[in-house]
């Protein structure tokens, strides 16, 4: 298979899981927090912090690209 | 679509990329670090320096996981 058209089905089904389940986002954001106590005590806050921080923009950013440009962002599709 | 299926698939795509095309990982970790170059001169270089540092740790693990394993940490499937 081709990672671009894989990154673009997903990034696809992301936003639209985003749009349709309320809860979505926030189940999303808090397991990225609780990926964070991994990294030890030292690190785990700053990792959250950072989690609180930019993960508004990030999901912003995210529903208002298209799904093409942000698999070209992260590298896995040809940027134009 | 399910994100949980299309995040597999295309972890399974990538895994397949970086064993089957010996300049994919390059062109994906040199694409990452002209990235960081929209954050501006200050944090550019930090940005390079932890690409650097942290890449070929990141793909020796991308590569020894199940791509449902690499998913579930990420959050996009129930972990087990």
């Given at each position: 298979?081709d990672v671009?058209?894989?990154?673009?089905?997903?990034?696809?089904?992301?936003?639209?899981a985003v749009?349709?389940?309320?809860?979505f986002v926030?189940?999303?954001?808090?397991?990225?927090?609780?990926?964070?106590?991994?990294?030890?005590?030292?690190?785990?806050?700053?990792c959250?912090n950072?989690?609180?921080?930019?993960?508004?923009i990030?999901?912003?950013?995210?529903m208002?690209?298209q799904?093409?440009d942000?698999?070209?962002?992260?590298?896995?599709?040809?940027?134009?």
């Open positions: 298979g671009c058209q894989d990154c673009i089905q997903m990034v696809t089904d992301l936003q639209n749009r349709t389940n309320s809860t926030e189940a999303l954001v808090n397991h990225a927090k609780e990926e964070c106590d991994r990294l030890g005590p030292g690190m785990a806050d700053m959250k950072y989690i609180s921080q930019y993960s508004e990030a999901i912003q950013m995210m208002h690209m799904p093409k942000i698999c070209g962002l992260v590298g896995f599709c040809e940027e134009v």
